[in-house]
T-cell receptor, first 114, second 113 residues
Framework: DADVTQTPRNRITKTGKRIMLECSQT?????MYWYRQDPGLGLRLIYY???????NKGEISDGYSVSRQAQAKFSLSLESAIPNQTALYFC?????????????FGPGTRLTVT | AQSVTQLDSQVPVFEEAPVELRCNYS??????LFWYVQYPNQGLQLLLK??????LVKGINGFEAEFNKSQTSFHLRKPSVHISDTAEYFC???????????FGTGTRLQVFP
């Protein structure tokens, strides 16, 4: 089984709809991240959480919110989806100890907003 | 804050030819450096990392990278590429001020037969 899983893998939704992307991990890591990937722009950080009670905005948090339900679960919500949120979304985790910067990625969620 | 520059957005190369993917980062006292690979329709996978020690780092699938502090570079190399190396490659650097990874914009390696 994969260490970092994301659901759904693909989603098409309409403008104005609320949508939630979910991430679960079995690695036992404290830190979790949400990124979006757009062609030519690389990965941009949306939100990150260093533990269950510590949630922080990344560089592009507008229009998004997150919830850290447990150490293993970190959800990303789009309150009112708009077409320019069409992108590939990745969840990642890293460990508090050792190489905290080494991140482990989920398979991604391809979101299309029409 | 740190920044990462991947100068080449696309690198086309023939099979069995050598390849170098370039990565430069902004200067800092100490950094950790990473290369990730993203195969089509997949997530990112760690290719190799530099934390300390030897400046020549070997990774999976025959890739290696060299940390050059004076030139603030961490270029990725492979002496002979395969069709299966076709993917997007991301360089990333640690940012101790924010305790996060900063990613470059990626280089798409296309290997032709």
């Amino acid at each position: 089984d994969a260490d970092v899983t994301q659901t759904p893998r693909n989603r098409i939704t309409k403008t104005g709809k609320r949508i939630m992307l979910e991430c679960s991990q079995t690695k036992g890591h404290d830190r979790m991240y949400w990124y979006r990937q757009d062609p030519g722009l690389g990965l941009r950080l949306i939100y990150y959480s260093f533990d269950v009670k510590d949630i922080n905005k990344g560089e592009i948090s507008d229009g998004y919110s997150v919830s850290r339900q447990a150490q293993a679960k970190f959800s990303l919500s789009l309150e009112s989806a708009i077409p320019n949120q069409t992108a590939l979304y990745f969840c990642a985790t890293s460990d508090m100890g050792g190489t905290i910067y080494e991140q482990y990625f989920g398979p991604g969620t391809r979101l299309t907003v029409t | 804050a740190q920044s990462v520059t991947q100068l080449d957005s696309q690198v086309p190369v023939f099979e069995e030819a050598p390849v170098e993917l370039r990565c430069n980062y902004s200067s800092s006292v100490s950094v950790y450096l990473f290369w990730y690979v993203q195969y089509p329709n997949q997530g990112l996978q760690l290719l190799l990392k530099y934390l300390s020690g030897s400046t020549l780092v070997k990774g999976i699938n025959g890739f290696e990278a060299e940390f050059n502090k004076s030139q603030t570079s961490f270029h990725l190399r492979k002496p002979s590429v395969h069709i299966s190396d076709t993917a997007e490659y991301f360089c990333a650097v640690s940012d101790s001020d924010t305790d996060k990874l900063i990613f470059g914009t990626g280089t798409r390696l296309q290997v032709f037969p």
